[in-house]
Every structure is written in structure tokens, then in C-alpha cells.
């Protein structure tokens, strides 16, 4: 129950819930007293995904590149170092089932939640992984991780159908400056192409990153919607679901591309010519999946803490760190167009926060509100009745 009243994003919810514990509850003393602690909490499970968003973001991308660069050819076995890492959370997993006991019966069936739920985005998770795969193939990692900060634009399009997301002047300058950086560079193009890669691999390279963007900020929007509206129970044992399930799918969706592709008759020969040896070939592909296994914790519960256009937002700030560790492990260039493209992406991020922030004091007045009606409505004499 305190997990669910933590929800800062839809105020309507909030007022629901104060209404609801007020009859509960009888003592307003009580309540008032456990909301510092809430309070703390949630910051503190905040800060901790935005860490694992960040950290496994930076790591993941870089590792992902390298594979590439030094030999890696499979962009389906790219996709699923993406999203087959999921079963070193299995243990984590049932230590918080054994832990952190709870009954669930407002949540629905698991088949129902496999159909309806891990399975749409699943198959999003894994079109996203691919799209991405194509582009860090064609694309220097610098390019690429700027162009995702289009993520924040595509999500919040899709959030005001799916979530009613709010578009305010902030929120609207945070997308235009954004869409302006990915614009930058499209003209920036012609200036960096990698070797060995056609001005036709490049522009396929560049749409696919688009695309998966987009696809990307599809998908975080439904997980959004799905939460709240089917899964319904919020607390850390979904937040686990939802990746580990979702996950299972989309590998199982990379594997048939995979063998349908023909791509697994070439991954001897790829691991025997790897250009730093079979070991750290396999080393690449393992912590490249670990690293998107600890981005994704954070992705998730981000979006179950707060919304999934603020989570979108935080992985949209920590992408001018993958282009600045790029130009040391890989001499990436770092041009003026480029610099203020990453200095756009980071302006569009501060304006969202600004917003979110202004959204967050606003919901605490409500809710204030909100729990001095209710306390007035009770009285001493319904306590005693």
C-alpha cells in the first residue's frame, strides 16, 4: 500500500488514495507521521535506478560498440547481448520473493499478464535491440547515443495517448531542443563517416537508430500503461517481473532471427578472428549483457517510481557521458556541431526536470489538501462508532 501511494504523476490518483486511507486510518497523526519516511525512501530508490540507468547505460554502449570494432559482425547476437542477460537476476529475483513475502490478488493471472503484457513488450524490447544493433554497427557510438536522446520526444508523444501526459512550455522546450540536437547531426553526416562503412550502410546505420528510438520510447509508454492499468500491484517483485519476462520473450524473438538469418552458421569463425582474442570475445558479449541488465533495473524502476518520461529523460542526460569516454576508446571526434548537440540534449533534460519539479510541489499541495478534508470529515464521534 505505501509502495502504490508513491506514485507522483497522476494527481487524480493521489487524491484517491488519501480519500481511501482517511477511512482506514483514523488518525490523521499517524498518517502525517509515516510520510517523511515514505518520502526518504522513494529519493532513495530514485537516486539508485537513475545510478544503475546511468552506469549500465555508459557500459552496455561502449562494450556494444567494441564488439564491432574489432571484428563483430552479428547484429542479431548484438540484440540478444542486449536483452539475454536476464537470468543473473533469477537470484536476486526469488531472494526478494523470500524476503519480501506479499499477497497479490488484485493482480491478474499470469497468462493473462504473459499475453496481454510481457509478450507486446517483449517484441518491442527485442525490435528496439535491433534497430540499435544496426546503428552502432554503421555509426560512430558518439552518433549514436546522441540520437537517442530523440527517445525523450518519441516517448512523450506516445505517453499523451497512452498516460495522458501533460505537455507544458517546459516540457514542449525540453522536445524542441532535443529534436533540434538530433537535427544537428543530420547535417553533421557527411563529416564522420567510419571506415570500411558506404554512404548507404551510414544513412541505413542512421534510420535504424531513429527507429529504434522511437520504438524504444513506444515501449517504455506502454510498460507505463501496462503497470498501472494491468498489473495493477507495484512493488519490486513486478518491477522484476516486468524484465525478466519481457526479456524471455524478446530472446526468444532474437534467437528465431538469429537461425533465420543464417547469422549462427558464421559465430565460429567471428569468435576465432575476434580481433582481442576468444576470451575477451565472449567477455564482450557478457558484460555487454550484464550492463543492459543493470540499465534496465533502472529503466523500470524509474518508470514505476516516478513516470516513464522521466525515466526516458535520465537516460537522455547520461548520453553525453558515452560520447566523452568515446573519444578516448575509440578517437571518436568530438566537433563543434557534436558539442552542441550533447549541450542541447542536456538543456532539453534540465528543462523536463525543472517541470518535474514544479509537478512534484504541486502534487504534495494537492495531496495536502486532500488529507486535511479527510481529517476534517472525521470526527471524534465516528472514532469511538
Not at 193 to 203: F, H, R, T
Not at 310 to 316: A, D, E, F, G, Q
Amino acid at each position: 500500500m505505501a509502495e502504490t501511494q508513491l506514485q507522483l504523476v497522476e494527481i487524480t490518483e493521489l487524491e484517491t488514495n488519501s480519500k481511501e486511507n482517511s477511512i482506514d486510518q483514523p488518525s490523521c497523526v499517524d498518517r502525517t507521521r509515516k510520510t517523511p519516511s515514505r518520502d526518504y525512501k522513494w529519493w532513495i530508490r530514485t537516486v539508485l535506478y537513475t545510478v544503475f540507468l546511468i552506469c549500465g547505460q555508459s557500459l552496455a554502449t561502449l562494450l556494444g560498440r567494441l564488439y564491432f570494432d574489432k571484428g563483430g559482425t552479428s547484429k542479431w547476437l548484438a540484440s540478444l547481448a542486449q536483452i539475454g542477460g536476464f537470468p543473473v537476476l533469477v537470484p536476486l529475483y526469488f531472494f526478494i520473493l523470500c524476503r519480501n513475502p506479499t499477497l497479490e490478488s488484485d493482480s491478474p493471472p499470469f497468462v493473462t499478464a504473459f499475453l496481454k503484457v510481457y509478450v507486446p513488450l517483449g517484441l518491442l524490447v527485442a525490435g528496439s535491440g535491433y534497430l540499435f544493433s544496426v546503428g552502432l554497427q554503421y555509426l560512430p557510438v558518439s552518433t549514436v547515443t546522441l540520437i537517442t536522446a530523440s527517445q525523450l520526444a518519441f516517448n512523450a508523444f506516445f505517453s499523451y495517448f497512452l498516460n495522458s501526459q501533460k505537455f507544458t512550455a517546459s516540457i514542449v522546450n525540453s522536445l524542441v531542443l532535443l529534436t533540434i540536437s538530433s537535427v544537428l547531426l543530420v547535417v553533421n553526416n557527411h563529416t564522420e563517416k567510419p571506415a570500411g562503412v558506404s554512404k548507404g550502410e551510414y544513412a541505413a546505420g542512421f534510420i535504424c537508430t531513429v527507429g529504434g528510438a522511437a520504438v524504444y520510447g513506444l515501449m517504455l509508454a506502454s510498460q507505463q500503461l501496462a503497470l498501472r492499468k494491468v498489473l495493477k500491484i507495484q512493488t519490486l517483485k513486478v518491477v522484476f517481473d516486468v524484465i525478466i519476462y519481457q526479456s524471455l520473450v524478446a530472446s526468444m524473438a532474437t534467437v528465431v532471427g538469429l537461425f533465420a538469418s543464417g547469422e549462427y552458421k558464421g559465430l565460429k569463425k567471428e569468435m576465432e578472428e575476434y580481433a582481442l582474442g576468444k576470451v575477451s570475445y565472449a567477455m564482450t558479449l557478457l558484460w555487454t549483457a550484464i550492463g543492459w541488465q543493470v540499465f534496465a533495473i533502472g529503466t523500470v524502476g524509474l518508470v514505476f517510481e516516478v513516470s516513464s518520461l522521466y525515466s526516458i529523460s535520465v537516460r537522455t542526460v547520461g548520453l553525453p557521458i558515452v560520447p566523452v569516454l568515446a573519444v578516448f576508446v575509440f578517437h571518436d571526434k568530438m566537433d563543434g556541431i557534436k558539442g552542441m548537440s550533447m549541450v542541447l540534449a542536456i538543456w532539453g533534460f534540465v528543462s523536463y526536470i525543472y517541470q518535474h519539479n514544479l509537478d512534484h510541489q504541486k502534487s504534495k499541495i494537492e495531496n495536502r489538501i486532500v488529507s486535511e478534508i479527510a481529517d476534517e470529515d472525521w470526527s471524534p464521534a465516528d472514532n469511538r462508532a
